[in-house]
């Protein structure tokens, strides 16, 4: 059975940063699109980024470029999210998922795999 299981979320103050990361298993997704998403209470699911089979290829949100980074370990089956000067707008629960297609996508409709997500909270 195929499952994504994330890790690494908390509460941190502003300013300060969080890895998380996403465990796969019940199959090999070093072909796979990996990505991570976020929703706010009362928001839409928000893409945040995205990352190629190979990890040569990325795709962030601008509200994240230059904060958040995006890698792979294919040998471990996992993808991580670095977050840096985390302010309170990023407080959300944060979505790995998997995705079949080659070039990492912004919509989540593309994508066939998800976590149960990982709670991030930012105290301002």
């Known amino acids: 059975q195929v499952q994504l299981v994330e890790s690494g979320g908390g509460l941190v103050q502003a300013g300060g940063s969080l890895r998380l990361s996403c465990a796969a298993s019940?199959?090999?997704?070093?072909?796979?699109?990996r990505g991570w998403f976020r929703r706010s209470p009362g928001q839409e699911r928000e893409f945040v980024a995205a990352i190629s089979g190979s990890g040569a290829s990325k795709n962030y949100a601008d509200s994240v470029k230059g904060r958040f980074t995006i890698s792979r370990d294919n040998a471990k089956n996992t993808v991580d999210l670095q977050m840096n000067g985390l302010s309170y707008e990023d407080s959300a629960r944060y979505y790995c998922?998997?995705?079949?297609?080659?070039?990492?996508?912004?919509?989540?409709?593309?994508?066939?795999?998800w976590g149960q997500g990982t709670r991030v909270t930012v105290s301002s």
């Open positions: 998922a998997a995705d079949r297609t080659v070039t990492p996508m912004k919509d989540a409709i593309f994508y066939d795999y």
């Open positions: 019940g199959r090999n997704f070093s072909s796979y699109v």
